[in-house]
């Protein structure tokens, strides 16, 4: 069995009872796949399951009795939604992929970095990217070879021990992802600790994706748009230099002539979902003409979000009552105030096609209408 093709996930218990092959088996044999299916089988035997499994969808290739399969790799695998517009169809197509509720495939979709599956080869993660479509980045890790960081969510309290062995007080209050680059070992220390936690979690470093941000030291209060006149003196003597601006446009597709609302808008994101790699090397070229660039985890941070105006009330009122959400009785107003980053880049995008005009907002713990 070379991959498992167009079958999904909630289709293995049908598949294991027609060969007569626990569950477990079945699924170890396609996640991991290629791998040997069923073996010693004869001519007549082999050509009919051949051609009924390739019916069903899977990718298969018959061997001679005895060839040695090479065992493939095995991932971790995380998503990462860039497209926001397309958030529905993608949780749609993972439910559908795993076999599991869209509900649910949002969920794992929305705790970053957005592992969805564990264990699995190399075609099963190329199955995935093509099933899921554009809009996502998917990325993938061998775990036993990679790194842990440990993520601390906002009003978490580490446990006095393992404070102790971060060298912090026991009333520090960190938050964020913390680099602590552990092993194996070490993050099975840690995960000892913090068993049961849902604000401390252990985070595949190698899962984790980067965007580079514009600080707002960059950047000043009050500048008024479409005029440039508005712009900063920072921003102004920054675009000054014509190798700014080139950077700009070759590193971050940023145009010239959108090159002065940009420093003026920050802190704002130049750059989203890379690897780490690649990151820093446009970071490190930003710097290198003076641009004040600094790397966030993607997808980490949770917001609130307020709709500051809308062309259409009853559009916007009909949209909030589909997404089972409170309508606000005047506006602006703050509609969700501690959404995941998905979720809130989600519902922006979703009012913004009603003719909605959002912003975001730092987040605080007390749910509005959410």
């Not at 092959?21 to 007549?44: F, G, Y």
């Not at 790699?277 to 917001?303: K, N, S």
């Not at 907002?361 to 007390?366: G, S």
Request: charged share 20%; with cysteine; glycine share 8%.
């Amino acid at each position: 069995m070379t991959s498992i093709g167009r079958l999904s996930l909630a289709q293995l218990p049908g598949l294991s009872r027609g060969l007569s092959r626990s569950l477990h088996e079945v699924a170890e044999t396609l996640c991991q796949a290629p791998a040997l299916l069923v073996d010693d089988l004869d001519h007549v035997t082999s050509h009919a399951l051949h051609e009924l499994l390739e019916g069903l969808g899977l990718q298969v290739r018959l061997e001679p009795h005895g060839t040695p399969v090479t065992p493939t790799p095995l991932f971790e695998v995380a998503v990462h939604v860039n497209d926001s517009s397309r958030t529905p169809a993608i949780a749609e197509a993972l439910a559908e992929f795993l076999g599991i509720e869209a509900d649910r495939a949002f969920a794992l979709l929305a705790l970053p970095p957005g592992v969805v599956l564990g264990q699995v080869g190399e075609a099963l993660c190329e199955q995935l990217a093509h099933r899921l479509g554009s809009g996502v980045v998917v990325s993938r890790a061998r775990r036993e070879e990679s790194l842990f960081d440990l993520h601390v969510a906002r009003g978490a309290q580490l446990p006095a021990p393992l404070a102790n062995e971060l060298g912090l007080s026991a009333t520090a209050r960190p938050n964020g992802l913390l680099s602590l680059g552990l092993t194996q070992a070490g993050a099975r220390r840690v995960w000892s600790m913090i068993r049961g936690r849902d604000d401390l979690r252990l985070v595949n470093r190698d899962l984790v994706r980067w965007d580079v941000v514009l600080s707002e030291t960059d950047a000043a209060a009050g500048v008024r748009y479409p005029a440039d006149d508005g712009l900063s003196k920072r921003a102004d003597a920054a675009l000054a230099n014509p190798r700014v601006a080139q950077v700009l446009e070759t590193c971050f597709g940023i145009p010239p002539h959108l090159a002065p609302r940009v420093m003026a808008g920050a802190p704002l994101a130049l750059a989203e979902a890379l690897t780490r790699t690649e990151a820093e090397r446009l970071a490190a070229q930003g710097r290198d003409v003076g641009l004040t660039l600094m790397l966030e985890p993607a997808g980490f941070e949770r917001a609130g979000l307020r709709v500051e105006s809308a062309r259409d009330g009853s559009a916007l009122r009909a949209t909030l009552q589909r997404l089972g959400m409170s309508v606000p009785e005047n506006l602006p107003a703050l509609i969700a105030s501690n959404l995941s980053d998905l979720e809130a880049r989600t519902l922006a995008e979703a009012l913004s096609g009603v003719g909605a005009r959002t912003r975001y907002t730092p987040p605080t713990l007390m749910e509005a209408g959410v």
